[in-house]
Structures are given as structure tokens and as C-alpha cells.
């Protein structure tokens, strides 16, 4: 991008450059060379005349030669503009992956959190398992003590057989019960430790992903960053394109406005009459454009020059800015906006220069 625009900025100066030496050729050109001398004693004077039409003419296809490099320098910057709206649109894409990589890793988050909840959730049961295994334990101790004190008893009272029988079934039951409930704690004890091991799988894989989305969302900040300088930069070239050709045209028009100003007034008193005019007049609208400047104390030492195009009847149909101070320009354009018709004189000749004025205002 950078190339395409160097290569603009070169053609601008070429195009300058061939501009300023076809003018300066055509003024050779349509020259009268004839050479007319009057005697006199002591003293020789040659003079050199131009013609003027000549001079329009080489004016006019000049000016053709300007509009052709505007137009191409224009359709150059809109291409800049395309390009620099494509970068916005990438940048816009890039800050959605972002905000989307984002929730993901909330997500990853909060399913680690649900992990080690989990995780604790086993731990506590297993703790639950000591214990119930050791009251087992103790049932199962307890049982076998009423087992061997039912067998004593039954030894030394024959007569209560029967009872001690009763307690020796009674502490049996009771034994299997133990038997059978510390089987079922352990079946327990190994489901919540199949459970304990999917948990931490799922805890592994729940941060393998979090770390995945991490590196993601770095690349996705790096490209937005590129991205975004990117933009800014074509901005910068895109401002800086137009600052160069509004003082490209600015030049041209001043060396237009000099050399139809100097063959007016070399072609005849006509000429000289409507140019004092035209002065006069653009002076009465500087007047009253200044009557409507809105300014500020930023405005002063400041300078603003302004390409104004008016209808016949004066009513304003374009205002360019050319060269001069950004704020003290915009009120300026304000003011002529404000204005929007201007007086014009009843010289037709006049109404015709006044139709394209360049303006200088100063505070």
C-alpha cells in the first residue's frame, strides 16, 4: 500500500512539473517574436508581444491537464478509503472472536470450579466411609463379644438355654447385618472412588481446554492490535493525500488566476476595468463574510484561503477549502454558507470572473 502510494505522490510532482513546462512553452510558443525597433539617437529598444489568446488557449488545456490528474488522484484516495473501511470490518471480526473466545474461557472456568466442588464432595464421602466402616468394625466387635457372653451363659445355665440361644441368633443377625452393611459400604467406597477418578479426568481435560482458549485469545488480541494499527495508519496516508493535493491546487489556481489576471490587463482598458471591478467586489464579499466569522483566540495569526463558486445570480453553489488554519477555515465556510446569495454587479464580464473566486481572510 505503502508503494502504490509513493508511486501516487511521484505522479502528483510529474504531472506538476510537465504542467508548469507546457504552460511555459505555450508562452513561447504563441509568442510574436517580430521585432520592432525605433531609431533613435544613442538608443535601441527591442520588445517582445504576446498574444493572449494564445495564452487562454495554453490556460485552458492546462486546466483540462489538472482536472484529468484530480480526477485520477480522487478516484486513488476513494481506493484508500475502500481499503481502509475493509480494515475496520477485520477489526470488527477480530473483537467478536475476541469477546467469543472470552465466554468460552468463563466457561472453562466455571467448569473447573464445578470440578474441585466435586472433588471435595468425594473427599468428604470417603471421610464418611472411615467412619462408618469403623462403626462396622465396632458392631461387628461388639457382636462377637454378645456371641462368646452367650455361649458362657449358655455353659453355666443349662435352664436358660433357650435364651441364650435367642441372644446367640439375635447377636448372629446382628453380625450378618454388620457383614452385610460394611459389604455395602464398600461397594459404596468404590463408586465414589470411580467417581473421584472421572472427576479428575474431566478436570484435566476441562483445563487442557482452558489453556487452548488462552492461547487463542492471545492471537486473537494480536491480530485486533495489527489490525487497529493498520487502520490508523491508512487514515494518516489518507489525510495526508488530500492535504497534498489541496495544496497542489491551490498553487495552480494562484499561477491561473496570475496569468488570466496579466493577459486581461495586457489585451485592453476593458480588461483592466473588469479586473479592478472583480478586485472591488471580492473584496465587499471578504467584507461580508467576515461580518458572520464566529472566532475564537485560536484564530489569531491565523490565515484561511477559500475557493468560492457562485451561479450567476450569486447564489453559492461550492466552497473548497485551499490552504490556511483548520478552525478559522470551517468558520469561514460557515459564514459563506450562512450568506448563501451574494450581490452581483449588472457587467456581465464581471459576474464572469466573480463566478470563481479565491478569498484570503486574517485575523
Known amino acids: 500500500m505503502k508503494n502504490n502510494e509513493n508511486k501516487g505522490y511521484a505522479g502528483s510532482t510529474v504531472i506538476s512539473v510537465l504542467l508548469h513546462a507546457a504552460l511555459l512553452g505555450g508562452l513561447l510558443w504563441g509568442a510574436d517574436l517580430t521585432t520592432v525597433s525605433h531609431q533613435s539617437p544613442g538608443q535601441n529598444i527591442e ?7 494564445v495564452v487562454s488557449e495554453q490556460a485552458r488545456k492546462i486546466r483540462q491537464q489538472r482536472d484529468e490528474a484530480k480526477r485520477q488522484e480522487d478516484d486513488r484516495l476513494r481506493r484508500l478509503e475502500q ?3 475493509l480494515l475496520e470490518k477485520q477489526r470488527e471480526q477480530e473483537e467478536k472472536s475476541l469477546r467469543e473466545l472470552r465466554a468460552e474461557k468463563l466457561i472453562a472456568e466455571k467448569a473447573t470450579r464445578e470440578a474441585e466442588t466435586e472433588r471435595k464432595r468425594i473427599a468428604e464421602a470417603r471421610k464418611k466411609e472411615a467412619a ?8 461387628t466387635r461388639i457382636a462377637k463379644e454378645k456371641s462368646a457372653a452367650a455361649e458362657a451363659e449358655r455353659k453355666r445355665q443349662v435352664t436358660e438355654q433357650r435364651k441364650a440361644e435367642e441372644a446367640a441368633k439375635k447377636a448372629e443377625a446382628d453380625r450378618q447385618r454388620a457383614v452385610q452393611e460394611r459389604q455395602q459400604a464398600e461397594a459404596e467406597r468404590e463408586r465414589k472412588l470411580a467417581e473421584k477418578k472421572q472427576a479428575e479426568v474431566e478436570a484435566r481435560k476441562a483445563e487442557e481446554a482452558r489453556k487452548q482458549k488462552l ?4 492471537k486473537a488480541e494480536e491480530a485486533a492490535r495489527k489490525a487497529e494499527a493498520a487502520r490508523v495508519e491508512a487514515e494518516r496516508k489518507a489525510a495526508e493525500a488530500k492535504r497534498k493535493q489541496a495544496e497542489q491546487e491551490a498553487a495552480l489556481n494562484e499561477l491561473f488566476s496570475g496569468l488570466e489576471s496579466e493577459s486581461e490587463s495586457r489585451g485592453s482598458a476593458r480588461g483592466r476595468q473588469v479586473a479592478n471591478e472583480a478586485d472591488q467586489w471580492s473584496s465587499r464579499y471578504v467584507s461580508i463574510i467576515e461580518q458572520n466569522l464566529r472566532i475564537d483566540s485560536s484564530m489569531n495569526g491565523q490565515k484561511c484561503r477559500l475557493n468560492i463558486r457562485l451561479a450567476p445570480d450569486g447564489l453559492v453553489i461550492d466552497v473548497r477549502t485551499l490552504s490556511g488554519n483548520n478552525a478559522l477555515c470551517r468558520s469561514a465556510k460557515a459564514s459563506v454558507f450562512k450568506v448563501n446569495k451574494f450581490p452581483m454587479p449588472s457587467d456581465s464580464d464581471v459576474v464572469a470572473k466573480l463566478r470563481d473566486l479565491n478569498l484570503n481572510f486574517e485575523r
Open 47 to 53: 520588445a517582445v508581444v504576446i498574444d493572449p489568446s
Open 132 to 139: 462408618e466402616q469403623r462403626q462396622a468394625a465396632e458392631a
Open 83 to 85: 481499503q481502509t473501511d
Open 215 to 218: 492461547a487463542e485469545q492471545k
